[in-house]
Nanobody, 124 residues
Framework: QVQLVESGGGSVQSGGSLRLSCAPFGYTYSSYCMGWFRQAPGKEREGVAAIDSGGSTSYADSVKGRFTISQDNAKNTLYLQMNSLKPEDTAMYYC??????????????????WGQGTQVTVSS
């Protein structure tokens, strides 16, 4: 049973930074893709960033140059460094994992494990 546990959310002013973490437990696959998604109130969930087991990354246009996805294989932890945050980045952020696709993808239907989410609030 794979469990994903996110942490690091919080409240920050516009222009600030936050780092989200995600620890997958019960997972030992060598080929995978992990991603960060977000959902703002009244909006659909959208892909933010993804990284595969080879280290390739992809980003949504709205966060390119501001957000960085990375993984620490020794700690088995996924990160999302978010800089230059904007009020429109306010959302619940979710960590996700898939073994169905082993290249980077931002399509949520291709992910089969999800965390509970962590709230990020950016004030102007």
């Amino acid at each position: 049973q794979v469990q994903l546990v996110e942490s690091g959310g919080g409240s920050v002013q516009s222009g600030g930074s936050l780092r989200l973490s995600c620890a997958p437990f019960g997972y030992t696959y060598s080929s995978y893709c992990m991603g960060w998604f977000r959902q703002a109130p009244g909006k659909e969930r959208e892909g933010v960033a993804a990284i595969d087991s080879g280290g390739s990354t992809s980003y949504a246009d709205s966060v390119k140059g501001r957000f960085t996805i990375s993984q620490d294989n020794a700690k088995n932890t996924l990160y999302l460094q978010m800089n230059s945050l904007k009020p429109e980045d306010t959302a619940m952020y979710y960590c996700a994992l898939t073994m169905l696709v082993v290249t980077t993808t931002l399509y949520e239907h291709e992910y089969n494990y999800w965390g509970q989410g962590t709230q990020v609030t950016v004030s102007s």
